[in-house]
């Protein structure tokens, strides 16, 4: 019940595309669902996350759609780039208590964006 | 935003000795610090959870014996490899949390990572 199933594994964009990320979660009680871009050799940089109140939340190119009912989260990256390509993850969590926020990974997307 | 270094970002030991890695939060009071290992093309694996204080808590399958965790205040803590072999030979991250146990912020500010290989 704690996992995080992400997909694809690895996704290959054109530059100027539309990439698209997607998660589904068991745990009806995650409260915070963040996105992560990690480059190689590096840790993980967080990208944007949502909150399950909101159905929709962008900044910049990265947008994230959250369908509660559903409890699935996706990613959108518009208008992709090369300098996009990284590694992916996405990660929910339980705020407070004795879950001290801890964060439950996806099993990460590979994003190449061609030029 | 907050910053997390980790310190060193690369350590090579011989089998059986051990190795310390630093996670400090350099501009906020990290109530939790949390430490992670990841493989190549893997995803990260949580260790154990830690907070200033008090005992870590260990992941089911994570030797607490083998990776002693310390956080002795609330800017750092420590993750040392004892008596490491090659197959403990990987990419450990930490990261920072100042939500504690009432706040209900759920960030993690994550460091650059350490690369540990064992001969």
């Known amino acids: 019940q704690q996992q995080v199933k992400q997909s694809p594994q690895s996704l290959i964009v054109q530059k100027g595309g539309i990439s698209i990320i997607n998660c589904a979660y068991e745990?009806?009680?995650?409260?915070?669902f963040p996105w992560y871009q990690q480059f190689p050799g590096k840790g993980p940089a967080l990208l944007i996350a949502i909150r399950p109140d909101v159905s929709e939340k962008k900044e910049g190119r990265f947008t994230i759609s959250f369908n509660k009912s559903a409890k699935q989260f996706s990613l959108h990256i518009m208008d992709s780039q090369p300098g996009d390509s990284a590694t992916y993850f996405c990660?929910?969590?339980?705020?407070?208590?004795?879950?001290?926020?801890?964060?439950?990974f996806g099993q990460g997307t590979i994003l190449t964006v061609h030029p | 935003g907050a910053v997390v270094s980790q310190h060193p970002s690369w350590v090579i030991c011989k089998s059986g000795t051990s190795v310390k890695i630093e996670c400090r939060s350099l501009?906020?009071?990290?109530?939790?610090m949390f430490w992670y290992r990841q493989f190549p093309k893997q995803s990260l694996m949580l260790m154990a959870t830690?907070?200033?204080?008090?005992?870590?808590?260990?992941e089911q399958g994570v030797e607490k014996d083998k990776f002693l965790i310390n956080h002795a205040s609330l800017t750092l803590s420590t993750l040392t490899v004892t008596s490491a072999h090659p197959e403990d030979s990987s990419f450990y991250i930490c990261?920072?949390?100042?939500?504690?146990?009432?706040?209900?912020?759920?960030?993690?500010?994550f460091g650059p990572g350490t690369r540990l290989t064992v001969l």
């Open positions: 745990n009806t009680a995650f409260d915070y």
């Open positions: 830690s907070n200033e204080g008090s005992k870590a808590t260990y």
């Open positions: 501009d906020f009071q990290a109530t939790t």
């Open positions: 990261s920072a949390s100042n939500s504690g146990t009432s706040g209900r912020s759920n960030e993690q500010f």
């Open positions: 990660a929910a969590s339980i705020a407070g208590g004795t879950s001290y926020g801890k964060l439950t």
